[in-house]
């Protein structure tokens, strides 16, 4: 038995292998010639563009490097997520380029695969005036180039607003004119750690909370409305932390000075209307996706799930959505990354991302084309892998 | 004591939908939850459509040949102005290419829309009436509006389906054990042979492409088991039409004047990027999308490795690569055009989307095709063109538009390349002295424009969507 | 259970089919199929390939709408109330001719996920419920594997248990045994006729004649879309009506016994 | 060399900014003009005695100097900013100013600002422009002011966005600024303030390491200037030909033949006169006062005149 | 046909499968297979659910791989070379227990798409011959709708008739008729047993044991993935050698007398 066992784990077809007589009909003798043949294409041609490379260089007598790094970048930047100055270096420019796409980026795909995904169904479904308004929606959006569409939206945004001077006033708390949306900032005046500490607590207990509501919820067929608890739970906590040390915590009000106002969380009219006209440009084609998925699952798992009693959204949810990804999975994963890159056409509305930081102005500056373009290359792709692991 | 069973006559089917009336109260106030929807659409819609109507239309200027055709009329109420447009419309369409050479254009995608369309509506044109028909009006347009040689190149090109047909063979040529290779040598010899023999009579002028197409009419013949109108009609569409094309559009040879591609633009250029990108994108997708689901591991992980690469980077940047470090990797001395490495970037780049797309509806075939058709004897390649990736490619046509969309839309890229497209020549328009302040004209237009083109795209994959679906689900 | 809301009281008739027609396209399928199916009967229709059985019983789930006639069920009538669909699909089980298990859960889950997201089973419960009845058709072994890693047999024993999990009052059968072995029909047997002694109604196609003599009240015999005979095993199979019936039956008896 | 291979090819290609008013920009009949096109075709007319034989091909300034070192373009007129930085670091070589401009700034008139002192602050718009963006950096951080850059990739949209009131300053070039003016939805509700924060002479730029073709593109910048010393115009070119003065003929070729030491033709300078004009007429037809930018000369006037256009010696 | 290379004389055995093997995962289902059919042969192979009866009939057409042992059909090894695994494909046509037909294709395209571009059969002659088996089958009229329009009985008949219009020199028949009423039965029985006299080597998967009687040259037992009993059908059905069997067969006989 224990020899049976071995044999099985060599590779298929070991013994009968070795009757065939003839090696070019041998399918894995093929296969290995054809991948050799190819692989080795393959490198003479890399090999052949190398040396040309190296060639042509050093007959131009270019000499590369990424020294200009440090240099000291020398403008400014409207919206910076870390500490940054025109004194700070080429280097930091890079990293707020980069935590700016990040964030735009990373909001994006959230909200239009929520939006994407729910499209789809909505074009599936069997109201006719629904499913129509989406195909609607999907043929106007997703036919217009993305550039012309964030032009629009940011002047559609920015058209209604009021000037600095006559912003809108939330109790004088929060603002909102065309310079964008002006938000209180909290500033801690100590026990900062302890805030930290509840809310951390509430996001680890609000964790487990769903997960146990989950289980329980297979154990006993009743559901909790747990991520609402949770929210309540991650608000409330760190409340609850405040008020025990008497609220040491005094919050910074935006405001107006001079031409604009200081102080607060600035959201900038520049951000909302790049994440807006991404979220609506990329739902619609996540939308076409997931769509074609859902359409490949065979008739009968739905009629099968329909005869067992699944509601409609328990179908989609159980049945159809977990079979369709099949088919959407490796188009929809680019199509985030395609946002990741889609995201900087920022340029036209100077939403500082890190093209237009990066691979714009500090290119610009230092003239280092070559290297600019190969971090910035890189930097996307890293982005990019990241986003499909999380 | 057992009696007759006679079985009931077939009824026809009853009618349910009544009138108009009836179809609106079905689908548009069946629910108080409907009709709140369609109030606040319909009010949507007009709350949208009017502002746009008044500034696109109404308000709008239309006559007039200078900028103050706008201006002095436009007092305080400035509508859309359309004069602007009027005046660069050309510029628009065909960007910098000399104006007297631009009925090429215009013939080059009368030749293609002709012959496009029994292979785009096959159903329509199944009646063969209809196929004379759509000749008869193609030739007739042509002498119309191009005059004599035009019409000349038009009328075997549309004619040789029909003659070629008649001289279909129903075997092949060359019984022989390799018919491809048979074909390739052959069709090597008659390319030699034409091109040498033109060159010796007529001199250097487009000698070597009439011997290609020469030996691309020549190679199916060899390869090919049987030959009948459909064959004919791909290959002219897929072999023949692009080097009219090419020649048509670039010229020096048969007396057309040289016009390099420096000189492209407008929607011209867009459209021949997307095109040619379309065409060389889908081939290449799904050699990818099958090498990627392939079981040998170094293709596969080649597969894997360019699409990931190829995903992970921006279109601008391997258009910048494509521009300016691609000459970096050839000997010194040796280059090709700039526009052509472009469009070999553009289709690389499209081709790993399509294989992402392709792959997932690969993934969605049911083990037991694969099954049936190799029980039945299919090989590899005829498994995968006939049984498999129909199947894949009938599932994934919404994936499929969405790409080609996105491609027409990224042909603006080319400005990477020095080139302007729809877009770019728009842009450009803005910084014209004499038309200052026209932004929202241009880019309304470009914009109008790429929508029509789209919109034409993806009603059509939804019309192959459904023609497909119906039949078997 | 679903009780209120009777609309037609049609005494004990749990299903009532009357006048009922469908068209596919062009193709008049059911030609106005008049049926009565009482609370606790076992039906079995029978009839050559292509006659319409499976349309028939799966225009009683709205699997398929009809477009003539009516279907009423414990008194309710099917139309496009969709509330009303879902509480009649939630009584109403349906084990499909090929089998339509979801390939993406394990056997395990696919018959415990029904009862736990609709009937708010607890999992536990649901999962002694899913070895019980898997056990009832022997193949408690194969609880982890996939539908696409058991053989054809196994794959209906599975479809047959998902729809018992639900323990649902009607069922509907299309041909339940046509990938069973005799040994395992008979298992598969006993747990129907189990089931059929606890009340449950059950319209079930079958072509294995001596499965339907075994567990039919009624028998329904169907030829080109219409109801050509109905009776009671006995005398259907012993003295039929029809030609057509007699016809179908010769051929079965002289291939029995070949 | 660049000479040799633009000889062979039968045509100059330029590397054009392509969206810059009066600089170059293509026209409603797709001919291009500008300031910098028009130099180009002086380069071309000098070499082919023919101003078509001038190509141009829209770049970014990041594509430059890659198009310039493979060969793509033999000349970068895209009005950069001739800097330190760029001249030693990158490869280029720039052959002399052809404009001087300085960069200003636009504001609406209802903030009552008078000063560019005044401006802490505020959100000041621009477009990603060649050294726009440092140039503010260091303009409000020595006069020790905040302010908010909202930086857009082209001057059309920041003029378009500046309008809707989204920033508080304008600032460019002020050779742009007031052309941009005029397109705004309400010129009048606009001022340019007095200051001019930088230098900014743009130029012509080459590859560095072919000295005689820097050479040849450098003293067609001086020719177009020395015309106009000589009040050589492309009228009065012909009759110029038979003048006594002896600067006027060296320079036109007459009786010498400069041209051999940059490898043209002794009429070079005639050439470029006859097809393009000299500066003045370059000046005036691009920007000058009868156009929408309608600039008066300023610094760019001749030196004679108060501004700073100075050619070496032709001899 | 297949006549060069033949690398193991074996008289006039058509299948020879010796010792074979084959595992899924841990799971043994074949255990130490030994088979020979002769030229012409008609086999059924019985057994209950499970027992490796389809795995088997897939070896003899790799389309699942075997860890150990030996299959020779028509004196040719089944082994990794691509080009006799295509060659032998050919020979040997398979109806699938699911019937796995192409779904984007019509009827007739299902019938004819394998002789035309696998035989290399002129259009005309692959419809004839379509319309032939079609008719022969019952279902001519279904010649232009797809396979998800056709009933479960047509669909079956349509996988035979896909197998058969490629004239193979063996069929592997996995359940051949469980989706067929005893009418239908008899005819794709004559269908069968018509080509059965034309020399057609047959290994048949059945639960039907009348059809098993009537075929069968010889009927083989399989249980726990290996082969119990073997024997003529009058002996294997009237004198099982084995206990199993005689269970078996037992219940076959309650079942059907029942
Ligand atoms: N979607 C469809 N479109 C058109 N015709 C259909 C469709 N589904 C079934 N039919 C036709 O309707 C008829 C009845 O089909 P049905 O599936 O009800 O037969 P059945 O009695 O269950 O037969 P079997 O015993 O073979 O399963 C058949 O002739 C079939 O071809
Ligand atoms: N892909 C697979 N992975 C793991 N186990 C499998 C797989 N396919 C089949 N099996 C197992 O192998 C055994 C034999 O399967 P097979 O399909 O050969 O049975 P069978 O004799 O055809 O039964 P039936 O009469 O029910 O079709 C079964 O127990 C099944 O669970
Ligand atoms: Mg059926
Ligand atoms: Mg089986």
Redesign the pocket.
């Known amino acids: 038995m224990h020899y049976r066992k071995y044999l099985m784990s060599l590779t298929k077809n070991e013994k009968t292998r070795a009757c065939s007589g003839r090696f070019l009909h041998d399918a894995r003798f093929r296969s290995y010639l054809a991948q050799a043949t190819v692989l080795l294409v393959l490198i003479a041609a890399l090999s052949y563009g190398g040396y040309n490379v190296v060639h042509n260089l050093q007959k131009a007598g270019v000499t590369t490097g990424f020294a200009f790094l440090d240099e000291t970048a020398g403008f400014d930047i409207s919206q910076t997520l870390i500490a940054y100055s025109s004194k700070s270096t080429y280097a930091d420019a890079l990293v707020v380029g980069l935590l700016n796409t990040l964030l735009v980026s990373a909001l994006g795909i959230v909200f239009s695969t929520v939006l994407g995904f729910s499209l789809a169904v909505l074009r599936l479904s069997s109201n006719w005036l629904v499913s129509k308004l989406a195909t609607t929606y999907v043929e106007i959006i997703r036919n217009i180039p993305l550039l012309l569409q964030i032009l629009f939206w940011y002047l559609a945004i920015l058209a209604p607003l009021p000037s600095a001077r006559k912003a809108l006033s939330f109790e004088g708390i929060a603002y909102l004119c065309n310079r964008g949306l002006q938000l209180p900032r909290p500033v801690l005046d100590g026990g900062g750690n302890l805030v930290a500490l509840a809310l951390g607590l509430a996001l680890v207990v609000s964790f487990f909370f769903i997960r146990w509501n989950h289980l329980r919820q297979r154990r006993t067929g009743r559901r909790f409305p747990a991520v609402l608890f949770s929210l309540v739970l991650i608000i409330s906590l760190p409340l609850v932390a405040l008020a025990c040390m008497g609220f040491p915590l005094h919050w910074e009000l935006p405001v107006l000075k001079g031409f604009n106002f200081r102080g607060g969380i600035t959201v900038l009219p520049e951000l909302i209307a790049l994440l807006l006209a991404l979220t609506l440009y990329t739902a619609t084609f996540i939308s076409e996706y997931v769509r074609s998925g859902i359409m490949s699952v065979d008739r009968g798992q739905k009629e099968a799930a329909e005869a067992l009693g699944y509601q409609p959204w328990m179908i989609y949810r159980l049945i159809i959505l977990p079979q369709a990804m099949r088919v959407a999975i490796p188009p929809l994963i680019s199509q985030y990354l395609t946002l990741v890159k889609n995201s900087s056409l920022a340029v036209v509305i100077g939403y500082p991302d890190l093209i237009h930081v990066f691979a714009g102005t500090v290119l610009n500056q230092s003239g280092q084309a070559m290297e600019i373009i190969a971090i910035t290359m890189a930097d996307i792709s890293l982005l990019v892998w990241l986003y499909p692991f999380s | 004591m057992s009696q007759q069973w006679i079985p009931k006559s077939a009824q026809p089917c009853p009618v349910t939908e009544k009138g108009p009336l009836g179809w609106m109260y079905k689908n548009l106030f069946s629910s108080p939850f409907n009709t709140v929807l369609t109030l606040l659409g319909v009010s949507l819609l007009f709350w949208l459509i009017t502002p746009l109507v008044r500034w696109a239309i109404i308000d709008a200027t239309w006559v007039g040949t200078s900028r103050d055709a706008c201006t002095v009329l436009g007092g305080c109420d400035p509508g859309a102005c359309w004069v602007f447009i009027k005046v660069r419309f050309q510029l628009f369409m065909y960007g910098f290419y000399p104006e007297v050479e631009r009925w090429r254009i215009n013939f080059a995608f009368v030749l293609i829309a002709f012959a496009a369309l029994p292979h785009l509506i096959p159903d329509f044109f199944a009646k063969s009436w209809r196929q004379y028909l759509r000749v008869a009006l193609a030739l007739a347009l042509i002498a119309a509006f191009f005059g004599l040689q035009p019409f000349l190149v038009a009328a075997p090109f549309f004619l040789a389906p029909f003659l070629l047909a008649r001289f279909s063979l129903k075997e092949r040529v060359v019984q022989g054990r390799h018919p491809i290779l048979v074909g390739l040598a052959a069709s090597i010899l008659v390319c030699l042979a034409v091109s040498l023999s033109v060159r010796a009579i007529w001199g250097d002028g487009g000698a070597w492409a009439l011997g290609l197409s020469a030996a691309l009419l020549v190679y199916p013949l060899f390869a090919l088991k049987q030959l009948s109108e459909t064959v004919w009609r791909w290959n002219l569409l897929c072999v023949v039409y692009p080097l009219i094309a090419y020649f048509l559009f670039v010229g020096d040879a048969f007396g057309l004047v040289l016009v390099e591609t420096h000189f492209w633009g407008g929607l011209f250029l867009t459209l021949v990027v997307a095109g040619t990108g379309m065409a060389t994108a889908m081939p290449i997708g799904i050699l990818l999308a099958l090498g990627r689901c392939s079981k040998m591991i170094v293709i596969r992980t080649l597969c894997i490795g360019f699409i990931e690469l190829v995903r992970g980077v921006p279109l601008i940047s391997v258009l910048f690569m494509a521009s300016v470090m691609f000459p970096l990797f050839l000997p010194e001395n040796m280059s090709f055009d700039k526009l052509l490495r472009a469009l070999i970037g553009v289709a690389f780049f499209y081709a790993a989307y399509i294989a992402e797309v392709i792959r997932g509806g690969l993934q969605a075939i049911p083990k037991g095709q694969y099954e049936a058709a190799e029980a039945l004897g299919w090989t590899y390649w005829k498994k995968m063109s006939v049984i498999i990736l129909p199947q894949t490619l009938r599932m994934v046509i919404p994936g499929l538009a969405n790409n080609f969309l996105s491609l027409l839309k990224d042909t603006t890229l080319v400005a990477v390349i020095g080139l302007l497209d729809l877009l770019g020549v728009a842009k450009a328009a803005l910084a014209d002295a004499a038309w200052l302040g026209f932004t929202k004209e241009a880019y309304v237009f470009a914009g109008l424009v790429f929508w029509i083109f789209c919109f034409a795209i993806s009603r059509y994959s939804n019309f192959l969507e459904k023609k497909y679906h119906t039949n078997y689900r | 259970m679903v009780t209120e809301q009777k609309e037609v009281t049609a005494d004990e008739d749990f299903i009532v089919i009357s006048g009922l027609n469908k068209w ?2 062009d ?1 008049h ?1 059911l030609k106005d199929v008049n049926l009565r199916v009482k609370k606790g009967e076992k039906l079995v229709i029978c ?10 019983i ?1 225009c009683v789930n709205r699997l398929e709408q009809h477009q003539e006639g009516r279907i009423i069920i414990n008194g309710m009538e099917l139309n496009n109330d969709v509330k009303r669909i879902d509480r009649i699909r939630q009584e109403v089980g349906m084990v499909f ?1 090929n089998f339509n298990l979801f390939p993406h859960m394990t056997v395990l889950e696919n018959l415990t996920s029904s009862p736990v997201w609709i009937r708010k089973m607890p999992l536990k419960e649901a999962e002694e419920l899913a070895y019980h009845y898997l056990e009832r058709v022997k193949i408690p072994e194969l609880a982890h594997k996939y539908p696409m890693q058991c053989s054809g047999g196994q794959q209906q024993r599975v479809a047959i248990a998902r729809c018992l999990c639900m323990n649902p009052q009607v069922m509907l059968l ?2 339940p045994t046509s990938a069973l072995d005799p040994e395992m029909i008979k298992e598969v047997l006993d747990v129907i006729t189990d089931l059929a002694g606890s009340g449950m109604t059950m319209l079930c ?1 079958t ?1 294995e004649m001596g499965f339907a003599r075994t567990v039919a009240d009624r028998i329904v015999f ?1 030829d080109q ?1 219409e109801i050509v005979e109905q009776n009671d095993p006995e005398s259907f199979f012993s003295n039929p009506q029809f030609d057509r019936t007699k016809l179908f039956l010769s051929q079965i008896i002289s291939h029995n016994f070949s | 060399t660049t000479l040799d291979v633009v000889k062979e090819k039968g045509y100059v290609n330029a590397g054009v900014s392509g969206k810059v008013i009066g600089f170059s920009a293509p026209d409603s009949q797709g001919v291009w003009r500008g300031m910098d096109v028009d130099f180009v075709r002086a380069v071309a007319s000098a070499i082919f005695d023919d101003p078509n034989k001038a190509r141009f091909t829209p770049v970014a300034f990041k594509e430059a100097f890659a198009a310039l070192q493979s060969g793509e373009i033999e000349i970068l007129a895209r009005n950069t900013t001739w800097t330190f930085q760029r001249d030693t670091k990158l490869g280029l070589e720039f052959v002399g100013p052809l404009f001087y401009d300085g960069q200003g700034f636009l504001v609406h008139k209802d903030l009552g600002v008078k000063s560019a002192l005044e401006l802490d602050g505020a959100s000041v718009c621009t477009q990603s422009g060649t050294t726009t963006e440092l140039n503010m950096a260091d303009y409000f951080a020595s006069h020790g002011m905040t302010y908010l850059p909202v930086v857009y990739e082209s001057a059309d949209e920041a003029t378009v966005i500046y309008d809707t009131g989204r920033c508080d300053v304008y600032t460019t070039d002020s050779s742009a600024l007031a052309a941009r003016r005029t397109i705004l939805s309400n010129p009048d509700d606009h001022e340019i303030l007095p200051e001019i924060i930088s230098k900014e002479p743009l130029g012509p730029a080459v590859r560095q390491g072919d000295q005689q073709w820097s050479d040849l593109v450098r003293w067609t910048l001086f020719a177009l200037i020395t015309g106009e010393e000589l009040g050589i115009t492309s009228e009065n070119v012909d009759q110029m030909l038979t003048s006594e003065n002896t600067e006027v003929k060296r320079f036109l070729g007459v009786d010498s033949d400069f041209g051999q030491h940059i490898g043209l033709s002794h009429d070079w300078a005639y050439r470029i006169i006859k097809h393009v004009g000299n500066y003045s007429e370059v000046f005036e037809r691009n920007v000058g006062s009868q156009t929408a930018l309608g600039l008066d000369r300023g610094l760019n006037a001749l030196w004679t005149n108060g501004g700073l256009m100075y050619a070496p010696p032709i001899r």
């Open positions: 596919y396209g193709f399928v009839g050559p390939s292509g006659s319409g059985k499976s349309t028939l799966r001719q299309d041909e196609v072509h169907m879309g």
